[in-house]
């Protein structure tokens, strides 16, 4: 059997050129949407902290904490008569693991990571004193 080109058939032969050329073409840009590995722009993580491993699972630990303790307090506050006792003793100890925190982050550069770890733990303290004066201070006469 004689191939297109064999038989001298125009028009088969520049079907088959045609069907190369757009494969060619195909697996051209498929290969060119694909970016060589040593070219490839780096994945985007967060930003690494300079902390010791030990300080960044102190910090997570006391951050648990601080985390439960506030979510307490915010149950207690939500209660008709919230046992004020118990909502002081809370924020005072959102406020003292805050300050731990704090001192850890102090450890290392502004900017480092752990630092927004002492900004949240900041907050938590600041909402917990922010319910005490809600909730629990007596009435001004």
């Known amino acids: 059997m004689l191939t297109a080109i064999e038989r001298g058939d125009r028009a088969a032969f ?8 757009l494969a060619t073409i195909v697996l051209g840009a498929g290969c060119a949407s694909s970016v060589p590995p040593e070219m490839a722009q780096p994945a985007t993580t967060a ?12 910090v997570e630990a006391i951050r648990e904490v601080v985390d439960g303790q506030s979510r307490t307090l915010e149950a207690e506050q939500s209660q008709a008569e919230p046992d004020c006792a118990r909502v002081r003793l809370l924020a005072r100890n959102i406020c003292t693991l805050a300050e731990h925190i704090c001192k850890i982050a102090a450890r290392y550069p502004a900017g480092d990571p752990i630092g927004d770890s002492c900004s949240d733990a900041k907050r938590s303290c600041g909402r917990g004193e922010e319910i005490v004066q809600q909730r629990c201070t007596l009435p001004k006469e």
């Open 14 to 21: 520049q079907r088959l050129y045609q069907l190369a050329l």
């Open 47 to 58: 930003p690494r902290s300079a902390a010791t491993p030990a300080d960044l699972q102190e």
